[in-house]
């Protein structure tokens, strides 16, 4: 079953990637942000969370009730998705003077940039022991973005 479950949550995390990109496609040429395509964005998460807590509601037998520590670090990792999201559709729209990004070369470095970093802080904020193979694979990532970087044409542009 986790296995399910991960592979449906790398799935939507996918789209949810895949998806800011086609939406920053279809901005009109005259818009000096996608503030409102970032709200939208952040209305369909609503909707699907509000969506499932009223089918735990229905279902009953939950417990609701969370720590203020995890609300805490819970509006905090929103804080952190919704500057992110405002950022993606900047890299993708190309306004403000930043020059558009390909879904190509920013999804995979924002993804595994990611994975870099929570190995890191795992290591160093959680005490987490790594392994050589967490090391190399770390490594690996690092060295595969910035031959994305270089490898693509015009980088020095960029």
Do not use: K
Not at 47 to 60: H, K, N
Not at 92 to 121: E, K, N, Y
């Amino acid at each position: 079953m986790a296995v399910l479950l991960l592979t449906l949550v790398t799935l939507a995390y996918a789209g949810y990637n895949i998806f800011i990109r086609f939406s920053g496609g279809h901005a009109s040429a005259g818009a000096s942000t996608t503030i409102l395509a970032t709200l939208c964005l952040q209305a369909g998460a609503v909707l699907v969370s509000t969506s499932f807590l009223v089918f735990l509601l229905i279902q009953g037998g939950h417990s609701f009730r969370l720590t203020t520590p995890a609300y805490l670090w819970a509006l905090a990792a929103g804080v952190c998705i919704g500057l992110a999201e405002v950022g993606y559709f900047y890299l993708f729209v190309g306004i403000a003077g930043i020059r558009p990004l390909p879904a190509s070369l920013v999804v995979p470095t924002v993804v595994t940039g990611t994975v870099v970093i929570a190995l890191l802080v795992s290591w160093l904020v959680l005490r987490e022991r790594l392994g050589l193979f967490q090391l190399a694979g770390a490594g690996l990532i690092v060295a595969g973005i910035l031959v994305m970087f270089l490898g693509r044409s015009g980088a020095a542009r960029a």
